[in-house]
């Protein structure tokens, strides 16, 4: 009852939050569809090297991306406790796979704080701004940003053909 | 209007829609017939136009109505030969059917249409001669009696029609199309090359239909001539295939039932029969809708006897028309697909393939050309051939074409076969030219053509011959939406390969390796059948780790082998003599084979094999080696998503039974990426098409751009005109002295910086030989340090100002397949020596009281943005406009506050030119200073800016003079 008055007052958000290499991060919790551990990921070689592979999601082909990569930091090991965050982008479902899924937590926006340049390693770029709870910091991730090509899909003269 | 009346209004617009695609062949069969008038088919035609009649007049569609009226009357003197047909009075009936159509289709408004030329002309026929005495009522009654039995017999007589003249071995047993009416005794026949007759519809379908006069009328004529659809929006499919369908559904759903029982009990016995009985029904049901998506392709070609009859009348040509293979089905969307890119290439032939009468009889030929429009089955695809007997296409001057227009170097042109010069006019930029009709004999939008069918995943054909004439064969898939694959296996993953690309499958036994496989020069061959094969390791070009997979322990290990040849055993001389004469192309004989022998020779045999997979991709064909062979599936294919739309060597994915994904491979890209030097040559097709695409993007906005590196990895670009000049250095030329580093130049110090001072970059490469690039700017010279190779060129990629910009970079685009960042020298420059620009105008705060407004005037984002930038440094406030209309629509609501306007030339609704002109003929924006902002510095461009009144002309991202000659006009527009 007190979560549902809460969350009357706009300013409050839900966070669903996770580890990605040693930093806890957060997502607005409306823009997650599901948490999985499907791990039977599908290679694709010669992928960009932040795209873990490809999982068969309930007859969807959906791209799984692995944060602390995309975030620059190491690879997410599978041993941990890993999930995929699937998150509806564009015409598609992208999967964000992560070291650890945490708690869901309440956020007031109007305490979020602009992110550092750097946290615990992690461009600031990608960040909207960093919540205080009272014992941890949690870095509130851009989706939009995170779910960005790192380059133009006008690679090579594949895409080129369609100029004519 | 009430749902009921619109059904009817539906329907009365399909089956005349249906009449009209009959009664435009039927009349050129007619004009074909001339006096000799074939009763049958003008009774046809007369019932036509009078159902039409008939149901507008129901309607309230008094136009239409009025409009077969008219024919009806000058068709029924036809009928009782009161009147001899002639081209002329065809025409006017042609003319008055179509316009019958356009007024069907567009029904809403019909009655508001202007028909009083085709009712003069059709009543000047009617009434300069005798009075039909039949009237409609009566040429109904007596005509649905008599139809069916006649059917028959008229299709065989009719063979005069230019639709199926003699070469066409069985025009009329055609299969009834999926559009036809309802009342077909028998589901859709699969697509088989030459069905035989069916006579048995015949008399079914007469009683069966549904409206008495209408129905019979078309249906018992030549089934060819089927309805097209204009507008496609439902399809029409017979009641049995409906019945077959709803069967097929009832047995799914029983064998769910079963399925779930099964399950509950456990009883894998069972499991195994349901199985197979959803495994049967599944593809039965597949099959059975794919049926109702699969149209006759005479759909389409029924529209070309008309088309090729006006146009060779228009040009003066005699031509026969013949189509073959009429009945052959695709899918329906790949029908409606194929349309125009087949007109197009029928007008090709008609206009430039077929000569005039008189040059061909001078050439010993028969006056009338010859068109044949043949389309048939073969390998799974669809082929359509349009073949001429006229002049053909000259390879050679295509040749010299391409290489005037600097798509292909005439070393490249040299080495061409004959089949790729013919080819070369399929070229993107090829079309353009303006006069490659009339040296050439084809070439307006060939490529366009090309690429339709590329989109639809078919394939072009030319083959030529000067003076014999021209064969253009299409080929296609019978449908897009699931296609037959080989499943192959490599790095413990697996991937398919659409079935059409697959030739054929090798295995090489170990004891072969040696002797069949060879090295040339970096690439691996394979002999086969006398025929060198390239050889491409899958598990190479996907840059995955070489594996085999060993069949003993089912294991996928790691290949250390560096060659292929190096994996045959080198441990057992005994396996080697035995195994010599082994080979096979299938993977379970081997197995098997080998399991008969010693558990030791099985260990090094099977696994040292080599799997390959015979892939041809147009003319190209190589091997594509791959650690095991599964089966064939088939597949539905689903798109990667956007992030791995990079990896080219992908068509899709699939998800395969056991719910894992499989990739699927495009063995084309496959075959790029692997730099697959063909054998054939076809590789020099891609290097052509990558020519054309130059030239291509050349016709786009340029902007001239000089090519150079920093560090061996990435390539950077900048604006040419910016640069003063290149010099060459050695590392020791440089002095470290005071921080910074210098060189001497022309008796002075010249400051040197780096990219990597600036931007983060990879730092400046550590080698002796270095450039410098020497810039001016703001009455100084600045050196940037860079290393080869270095390049001029105009180029027109689209840049991307967001990915890779950060200081010093202001974006980046893809030249020649690099990614290359385009620099920003002054910010660079600015960064090092901010001290260099403090008393300089071009950073001049504006400050005076009034505030400067600038309307800047671009279509490319990019430049736009880049522009702005600069101006609001420079603290003037900016408006955009994307072209010149939205430019004179920002003019109108801020014309007091405008200031001035930077313009560019090349854009699209109006370009710059034309938006200067309207500024400076506008007596309220006379005074607004304009500035072109190009790329084009051509003589000729600059004396047409001073001609509409241009006040200055600037280069793109030549920032330093574009500001100091804004901030002239500021100062002086703020001082007026």
Not at chain 1, 97 to 107: E, G, K, P, T, W
Not at chain 2, 7 to 35: K, M, P, R, V, Y
Not at chain 2, 525 to 537: A, M
Request: glycine share 8%; with cysteine; charged share 30%.
């Amino acid at each position: 009852m007190e979560n549902e008055e809460k969350l009357a007052d706009k300013s409050i958000i839900e966070l669903a939050t996770f580890y990605v290499g040693d930093a806890l991060c957060g997502m607005d919790i409306l823009k997650v569809q599901e948490i999985n551990k499907l791990m039977e990921m599908t290679v694709v070689p010669q992928a960009p090297d932040y795209v873990k592979g490809i999982l068969n999601l309930r007859g969807q082909i959906v791209t799984i991306i692995d944060l602390g990569r995309k975030l620059g930091l190491d690879e997410t090991a599978l041993g941990d406790d890993p999930r995929n965050i699937i998150v509806n982008a564009p015409g598609e479902h992208i999967g964000l796979l992560v070291r650890q899924i945490s708690d869901v937590v309440m956020a007031d926006l109007e305490k979020v704080e602009p992110a550092p340049a750097n946290m615990s390693g992690i461009q600031g770029s990608y960040f909207l701004g960093v919540y205080k709870t009272e014992n941890r910091l949690i870095g509130i991730l851009d989706a939009e940003q995170v779910l960005r090509m790192e380059t133009d899909s006008r690679t090579g003269p594949a895409a080129g053909g369609s100029v004519a | 209007m009430s749902i009921e009346d619109d059904e009817i209004l539906q329907g009365f617009i399909e089956e005349s829609l249906e009449h009209l695609a009959d009664i435009e062949n039927d009349l050129l069969a007619i004009e074909e017939a001339g006096a000799d008038i074939d009763d049958e088919l003008v009774n046809k035609v007369f019932r036509a136009a009078h159902s039409i009649k008939g149901g507008a007049g129901f309607m309230g569609l008094t136009v239409i109505q009025e409009l077969a009226h008219a024919a009806e009357n000058v068709l029924g003197m036809i009928r009782s030969r009161k009147l001899v047909p002639d081209p002329d009075i065809i025409n006017v009936l042609l003319l008055a059917s179509d316009e019958l159509q356009q007024l069907i289709e567009n029904v809403e408004e019909s009655n508001e249409v202007d028909i009083s030329e085709h009712l003069q002309a059709l009543n000047a026929i009617y009434e300069g001669k005798e009075i039909p005495a039949r009237t409609a009522a009566e040429g109904d009654t007596g005509d649905s009696a008599s139809a069916p039995p006649e059917s028959d017999q008229e299709a065989s007589t009719a063979p005069e029609s230019p639709a199926e003249a003699e070469p066409d071995p069985e025009p009329e047993p055609e299969p009834e199309p999926v559009a036809a009416a309802a009342p077909e005794p028998e589901p859709e026949p699969e697509p088989v090359p030459e069905p035989a007759a069916r006579p048995e519809p015949e008399p079914a379908r007469a009683e069966t239909a549904p409206e008495p006069a209408p129905a019979p009328a078309a249906e018992k004529k030549k089934k060819i001539k089927k309805s097209k659809h204009k507008t496609d929006t439902s399809i029409r499919v017979t009641v049995s295939l409906l019945d077959q369908l709803m069967n097929l559904a009832g047995e799914l759903v029983l064998s769910r039932n079963q399925l779930l029982q099964t399950i509950t009990s456990g009883d894998v016995r069972s499991a195994e029969a349901v199985g197979q009985r959803i495994d049967l029904v599944t593809s039965e049901l597949q099959e059975a809708i794919m049926l109702t998506r699969m149209q006759p392709i005479g759909n389409v070609f029924n529209k070309f006897p008309r088309v090729v009859r006006d146009l060779s009348k228009k040009l003066g040509r005699q031509i026969d028309l013949t189509i073959v293979g009429k009945e052959v089905e695709l899918d329906k969307t790949i029908i409606e697909a194929i349309n125009d890119p087949l007109t197009h290439l029928i007008r090709n032939s008609v206009d430039h393939g077929i000569e005039p009468p008189d040059v061909r009889v001078r050439q010993g030929k028969d006056p009338k050309g010859l068109i044949v429009l043949k389309a048939y089955h073969a390998a799974g695809q669809v082929v359509i051939e349009i073949s001429d007997d006229g002049k053909g296409i000259d390879g050679n001057r295509l040749a010299d074409i391409a290489i005037k227009k600097g798509l292909i170097t005439v070393e490249q042109a040299k080495a061409m076969s004959d089949k790729e010069r013919t080819n070369l006019i399929l070229l993107p930029g090829f079309s353009t030219a303006e006069k490659v009709t009339d040296v050439s004999g084809r070439g307006v939008g060939m490529d366009v053509v090309k690429t339709n069918l590329d989109q639809l995943g078919g394939s072009l054909e030319i083959e030529s011959e000067v003076g014999k004439g021209t064969t253009i064969s299409i080929k296609l898939p019978l449908t897009l939406a699931i296609i037959p694959c080989q499943i192959v296996m490599t790095g413990g993953e697996r991937y398919a390969i659409p079935q059409v690309n697959l030739e054929e499958l090798l295995r090489i036994p170990a004891a072969k390796v040696k002797e069949r496989v060879e090295r040339v020069g970096d690439a691996e061959v394979v002999r086969l059948r006398g025929n060198l094969l390239p050889l491409i390791r899958l598990s190479d070009v996907l840059g995955i780790e070489r594996t085999y997979f060993d069949v003993i322990t089912e294991e996928t290990r790691e290949d250390k082998r560096r060659n292929i040849a190096d994996r045959r055993s080198k441990s057992s001389p005994l396996f080697r003599d035995k195994d010599v004469e082994q080979e096979q192309t299938g993977q379970e004989q081997e197995e098997e084979k080998a399991a008969a022998r010693t558990g030791r020779e099985r260990r090094q045999s099977p696994s040292s094999a080599l799997n390959i997979v015979v892939v041809s991709t147009g003319a190209m064909k190589y091997g594509l080696i791959v650690d095991r062979l599964h089966d064939s599936e088939e597949i539905v294919i689903k798109p990667l998503g956007r992030h791995l739309q990079q990896c080219r060597g992908y068509a899709g994915a699939t998800i395969m039974g056991d719910g894992r994904i499989a990739l699927i491979l495009d063995v084309s890209n496959l075959a790029r990426m692997a730099g697959l030097t063909s054998l054939d040559g076809s590789d020099r097709a891609n290097e052509l098409a990558d020519a054309a695409r130059d030239a291509i993007s050349k016709t786009r906005d340029k902007q001239a751009l000089l090519i150079f590196s920093s560090s061996p990895e990435e390539q950077f670009g900048v604006p040419l005109n910016q640069v003063e000049r290149v010099e060459k250095i050695r590392r020791s030329d440089i002095e470290d002295v005071g921080g910074r580093r210098v060189m001497q130049y022309r008796g002075g110090s010249l400051p040197l910086v780096s990219i990597d001072e600036v931007a983060a970059v990879q730092p400046l490469a550590d080698q002796e030989d270095l450039l410098v690039i020497v810039f001016h700017l703001a009455g100084k010279d600045i050196g940037l340090l860079a290393i080869g190779p270095i390049d001029a060129m105009e180029v027109a990629a689209d840049i991307d100002d967001i990915t890779l910009k950060q200081p010093g970079i202001m974006g980046s685009a893809i030249i020649n397949g690099h990614t290359t960042m385009l620099i920003d020298i002054f910010e660079i420059v600015q960064t090092v020596n901010p001290d260099w620009f403090v008393d300089h105008p071009m950073s001049m705060q504006v400050d005076e009281e009034a505030e400067v407004v600038i309307l800047v005037v671009e279509d490319s984002n990019f430049f736009r943005n880049q522009v702005k930038g600069y101006m609001e440094e420079a603290g003037y406030s900016v408006l955009e406009a994307e072209d010149g209309v939205e430019a004179l629509r920002v003019l109108e609501d801020h014309v007091d506050e405008i200031t001035m306007v930077l313009s560019d030339i090349e854009m699209p609704k109006m370009d710059g030119f034309e938006l200067t002109e309207k500024i400076k003929n506008d007596p309220r924006y006379r005074h607004l200073p304009v500035i072109a902002l190009t790329t084009l510095a051509a003589e000729e461009d600059v004396a047409r800016g001073k001609a509409v009144g241009f006040d200055e002309y600037h280069i793109k991202l030549d920032k330093e003079r574009l500001m100091a000659s804004v901030h002239r006009y500021a100062t002086a527009g703020v001082a007026a």
